[in-house]
T-cell receptor, first 108, second 113 residues
Framework: LAKTTQPISMDSYEGQEVNITCSHNNIATNDYITWYQQFPSQGPRFIIQGYKTKVTNEVASLFIPADRKSSTLSLPRVSLSDTAVYYCLVGSASKIIFGSGTRLSIRP | ETGVTQTPRHLVMGMTNKKSLKCEQHLGHNAMYWYKQSAKKPLELMFVYNFKEQTENNSVPSRFSPECPNSSHLFLHLHTLQPEDSALYLC????????????FGPGTRLTVT
């Protein structure tokens, strides 16, 4: 099973772009990369998912290099409400592993 | 409103009690999941059901017993729990199995005394 490694915490300021990188050296051919956001005492919420190259939606972008051994979640112009824990998942079928997550703190 | 509801939201039980957690999804999804999240730890996948069939049991102790009577409902039956089982128990559903986007419920905060 592919294990993920993320920074434990990050700090940024309102209006900045934030990039969170996840390492997954043992990613398998069938594995997708998915990012979730979690606020305290709530269930995680899906942000974005990709397999390779770049994916963009209304809230974030996901960059995946050709070797797929890492991925970067990009949050444009963050606000205070983006303060949360961000999880990178790698898996397919029933094999799902949440990593320790990155605690992102946004300051005014 | 995520479309996934969980009851109760909070539960305190003794080690000799038997209780059940309920999860219901109104999204027409075919896969449902139970996760455990202990304090300051990542989510741990416990069970996965796909089209009412259990497809994953992540070495969960037998004091946790899941039940999936239909694609919309998922239960977690609890008996003779230990204090270390105190955690946030989260239910999720997805249209198909992983890696489809999962929709999480608000969780049940369980305290075992």
């Amino acid at each position: 099973l592919a294990k993920t490694t993320q920074p434990i915490s990050m700090d940024s300021y309102e209006g900045q772009e934030v990039n969170i990188t996840c390492s997954h050296n043992n990613i398998a051919t069938n594995d997708y990369i998915t990012w979730y956001q979690q606020f305290p005492s709530q269930g995680p919420r899906f942000i974005i998912q990709g397999y390779k190259t770049k994916v963009t939606n209304e809230v974030a972008s996901l960059f995946i290099p050709a070797d797929r051994k890492s991925s970067t979640l990009s949050l444009p112009r963050v606000s205070l409400s983006d303060t949360a824990v961000y999880y990178c998942l790698v898996g397919s079928a029933s094999k799902i592993i949440f990593g320790s997550g990155t605690r992102l703190s946004i300051r005014p | 409103e995520t479309g996934v509801t969980q009851t109760p939201r909070h539960l305190v039980m003794g080690m000799t009690n038997k209780k059940s957690l309920k999860c219901e999804q109104h999204l027409g999804h075919n896969a449902m999941y139970w996760y455990k999240q202990s304090a300051k730890k990542p989510l741990e996948l416990m069970f996965v059901y796909n089209f009412k069939e259990q497809t994953e049991n992540n070495s969960v102790p037998s004091r946790f017993s899941p039940e999936c009577p239909n694609s919309s409902h998922l239960f977690l039956h609890l008996h003779t729990l230990q204090p270390e089982d105190s955690a946030l128990y989260l239910c999720a559903s997805s249209r198909q199995g992983a890696p489809d986007e999962q929709y999480f419920g608000p969780g049940t905060r369980l305290t075992v005394t």
